[in-house]
Nanobody, 123 residues
Framework: QVRPVESGGGSVPAGGSLTLSCTAS???????VAWFRQVSGKEREGVAV???????YYNDDAKGRFTISRDTAKNTVYLQMNSLKPEDSAMYYC??????????????????WGQGTQVTVSS
């Protein structure tokens, strides 16, 4: 399974929580995996990334609210999202298969993308 598969999106009220899951083959999940989001008409935005050693990085908006983690035994990377705001509403994508020479938050940095899972936060 080369293409990651996302799940866990849905609709929640502001202040609520959701956990997104990204599943792929062990070799892909064990490497660099990132979460992006995209609102219609805007560029895809890097939200969080976990590297091969388990280090994690977040964009400024996600810091303190989102947590990215990996469960290698389940071939899954998670994005725990807390204190959700209406502006977090977007299609969320899992990205994997890193390309060298790109920053983690650049869409061009990844070869493999999932189909996306919709997150809607109501005010």
């Amino acid at each position: 399974q080369v293409r990651p598969v996302e799940s866990g999106g849905g609709s929640v009220p502001a202040g609520g929580s959701l956990t997104l899951s990204c599943t792929a083959s062990r070799s892909i999940i064990s490497a660099v995996v990132a979460w992006f989001r995209q609102v219609s008409g805007k560029e895809r935005e890097g939200v969080a990334v976990v590297d091969r050693l388990g280090g994690s990085y977040y964009n400024d908006d996600a810091k303190g609210r989102f947590t990215i983690s990996r469960d290698t035994a389940k071939n899954t990377v998670y994005l725990q999202m807390n204190s959700l705001k209406p502006e977090d509403s977007a299609m969320y994508y899992c990205a994997a298969g890193p390309r060298s020479g790109n920053s983690w938050y650049a869409a061009a940095a990844y070869n493999y993308w999932g189909q996306g899972t919709q997150v809607t936060v109501s005010s």
